[in-house]
């Protein structure tokens, strides 16, 4: 096409302002306790999206959930497509407001009335986490975005951070710096960028996606890191339901 307009909102490839987005340090071990803290601090029936890595870790995870008395389903490559289409109607009409999903479920889906998507397993590059989180936060509605970081994901910090702080977000302290560490082993810059000297979101326009970097950061400091046993965490202001947590913790089978 020698003639064509090509209009942008905002930056190709940024975030939504409409959309909180959080990134908390939560250790693999501790995905699963964290993930049901946070789903008992949702507004009731509030329709929400769980990303997973594999089809799976998504089966499982919907398995371990449903025994747990969540309402939930599963969508992955490996179901019939009459199958994925029932669990897609349920979750979009609310009769069950938990859906565990691979990457399949972060394009083309068009469910306005999604109010918080999980990242249980963050993507490995940042075009897919903008795909995903894309889920909410749609027409005018504004959205929450939770992902669970961790040693695995230095790949993605520094363009998950420059995402964050071009959406004009919280931008966590022990994540500037690990882009700053993946900056200084692996690209230029300096971490001064993540404050406010950074490009702000609509300031570019430009279709070249970054490649991950490496480095060697540490892991947050304890206060700012989440463990399961910290019961002072609020998510969001929601009450976290101390009886069902303690059932759970009695109950151990769910660990398998």
């Known amino acids: 096409m020698p003639n064509y307009v090509f209009l942008a909102v905002g930056r190709v490839g940024s ?9 908390i340090w939560v250790e693999e071990i501790d995905k699963r306790s964290v993930l049901m803290d946070l789903l008992d601090a949702n507004e009731r029936d509030a329709l929400t999206l769980v990303f997973v890595e594999t089809k799976r870790g998504a089966s499982e995870l919907a398995y371990l959930l449903h025994r747990q008395g969540y309402s939930v389903v599963a969508i992955h490559g490996d179901l019939k497509q009459i199958e994925r289409e029932r669990h897609l109607d349920s979750f979009r009409s ?5 859906l ?3 990457a399949v479920a972060a ?3 068009d469910i306005p009335n999604v109010k918080h998507v999980i990242n249980y397993d963050l993507p490995s590059d940042s075009d897919e986490y903008v795909h995903r989180i894309g889920r909410t936060g749609r027409v005018g509605n504004v959205g929450i975005a939770t992902s669970f970081f961790n040693d695995k994901n230095r790949n993605i910090a520094r363009d ?4 964050i702080v071009e ?6 302290d022990w994540l500037e710096r690990q882009a ?6 692996g690209r230029g810059g300096g971490a001064n960028r993540y404050k406010s000297g950074g490009s702000k979101f609509g300031g570019r326009d430009h279709r070249v996606q970054y490649s991950g970097g490496g480095g060697n950061a540490s892991a947050p400091r304890n206060n700012n890191s989440y463990s399961s046993g910290n019961n002072q965490n609020n998510f969001y202001g929601g009450q976290q339901q101390q009886q069902q947590r303690s ?9 398998d």
């Open 94 to 98: 609310g009769q069950t407001p938990i």
């Open 180 to 185: 700053a560490d993946s900056q200084r082993f």
């Open 247 to 255: 059932s759970r913790q009695s109950n151990q089978d769910w660990w």
């Open 160 to 163: 998950l951070a420059e995402l």
């Open 100 to 102: 565990v999903a691979t």
């Open 15 to 23: 975030t939504s302002e409409n959309i909180v987005q959080k990134v």
């Open 107 to 109: 394009r083309g889906l």
């Open 167 to 172: 959406a004009n977000q919280e931008l966590p």
